[in-house]
């Protein structure tokens, strides 16, 4: 089975976790990324199961839309069932380094709101500690230097993802050589310095379901 084929099967998976709407309003959350799509492609085959989807980037607004899916403004919605993404690592904690895609901040607020996380991944993202993919830190740009310096002092590696800006309108450092063994207390501490957005660790929210797709089947792994 191909990487690919791996990730289409989670995400034809997780459709499982989408519940039929009854008499309120049934929006997924949906993130970014190539398992991401495949989702967005099973979820346009069970369109008439919800009402629309908030999405957490704009290139996943512009898919969900080509699938004729209705997006919807996150301040719009009070309630939702599920969020689905995927994720670059994740460790047996189900704590999770996401924003390869430099969606972090909006994929980090859409988990928030709902009430369960499915992160869908294929088998090559299991670590046993976290930190061998570069960990996204968004910031605003005119704290780049600032930012840097302060993560230098945590041991970490900054490096800048020239001439990407985020949907937010602000720089990524990508932190190269961090070995996170304690992810959310890291978390935290990334997101107290002046001018940090976000970070890609979701440890303190990390997710509660992975399906992890292998050459042998989708495993579901939860706590
Ligand atoms: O966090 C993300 C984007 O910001 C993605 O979920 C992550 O990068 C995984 O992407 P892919 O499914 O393409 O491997």
Not at 28 to 51: Q, R, W, Y
Not at 102 to 108: C, M, N, P, Q, S
Request: aromatic share 6%.
């Amino acid at each position: 089975m191909t990487q690919d084929e791996m990730k289409k099967a989670v995400a034809e998976a997780a459709v499982e976790y989408i519940k039929p709407k009854l008499n309120k309003e049934s929006i997924v959350g949906v993130g970014t990324g190539s398992t991401a799509n495949f989702f967005i492609d099973a979820l346009a085959e069970i369109k008439h199961m919800f009402d629309g989807a908030v999405a957490s980037s704009e290139a996943t607004a512009e898919r969900l839309r080509a699938q004729g899916i209705e997006v919807f403004d996150l301040n719009a919605v009070s309630e939702m069932d599920v969020y689905v993404d995927g994720a670059d690592e994740f460790d047996s904690g189900l704590n999770l380094v996401k924003g390869g895609g430099g969606a972090l901040t909006r994929e980090k607020i859409v988990a928030a709101v709902a009430k369960e996380f499915v992160c869908i991944v294929d088998s090559t993202k299991k670590v046993g500690v976290l930190g061998a993919f570069p960990l996204p830190v968004e910031v605003i740009p005119m704290a780049r230097s600032y930012v840097a310096r302060e993560i230098v002092k945590l041991d970490g590696m900054p490096e800048w993802r020239e001439g990407f800006v985020t949907d937010n309108g602000n720089l990524i450092l990508d932190v190269h050589d961090m070995e996170i063994m304690h992810a959310k207390a890291l978390e935290t501490q990334l997101n107290n310095i002046v001018g940090v957005v976000t970070n890609g660790l979701f440890a303190n929210r990390g997710a509660d379901v992975v399906l992890m797709g292998t050459p042998d089947g989708v495993e579901t792994i939860t706590l």
